[in-house]
């Protein structure tokens, strides 16, 4: 099992993932993500600029994250703690529903914040679905805290940061 940065050779698997997230989410009543988001092109784009790495088991595509320097621009009312230094943002965390509760989406998490440090970030900031209870225990689990929220097409998300320095 390894983590590794995608291309756009991995497109299919990705897409093939991000159908069966969404597929249980809505079949587990969470309706965070659907048709529209995350698209095609959300993931293309994570390809095509680096930002999309993934969780491999062998050859198989099991696990997901884009990391990057864009927020939305509704992050502009976050009440961030950590102003200090620039923050990376990550987008899209999702693991397959077969391999989810093994550790795979804190292992990502790790990377990202291993990552984020080694390439000069001093924070990291997301957003996570309020009634996705499990997601964001596993942040707040993790040592990330509240900034506010924010309103998308799919209603209220809960902003989080961590600082990845001593304050």
Do not use: C
């Not at 529903?97 to 998490?109: D, N």
């Amino acid at each position: 099992m390894m983590i590794r940065q995608l291309d756009l050779k991995h497109i299919d698997q990705a897409v093939r993932l991000f159908r069966e997230v969404v597929e249980d989410m809505q079949k587990r009543g969470i309706d965070q993500w659907d048709e529209v988001y995350p698209a095609l092109a959300d993931i293309t784009d994570d390809l095509h600029k680096g930002w999309g790495f993934g969780y491999f088991d062998g050859n198989t595509l099991i696990g997901y994250v884009a990391l990057n320097e864009e927020s939305d621009p509704e992050y502009e009312t976050g009440n961030w703690q950590y102003t200090e230094g620039r923050p990376l943002y990550f987008h899209r965390l999702a693991v397959r529903p077969a391999f989810q509760s093994k550790g795979i989406a804190g292992s990502l998490i790790r990377f990202a914040e291993k990552y984020a440090l080694e390439t000069g970030y001093a924070s990291i900031r997301l957003d996570a679905f309020p009634p996705n209870t499990a997601a964001v225990a596993m942040y707040e689990k993790r040592g990330y805290s509240r900034a506010g929220y924010v309103t998308f097409r799919k209603g209220r998300f809960v902003l989080l940061e961590k600082a990845l320095y001593s304050t």
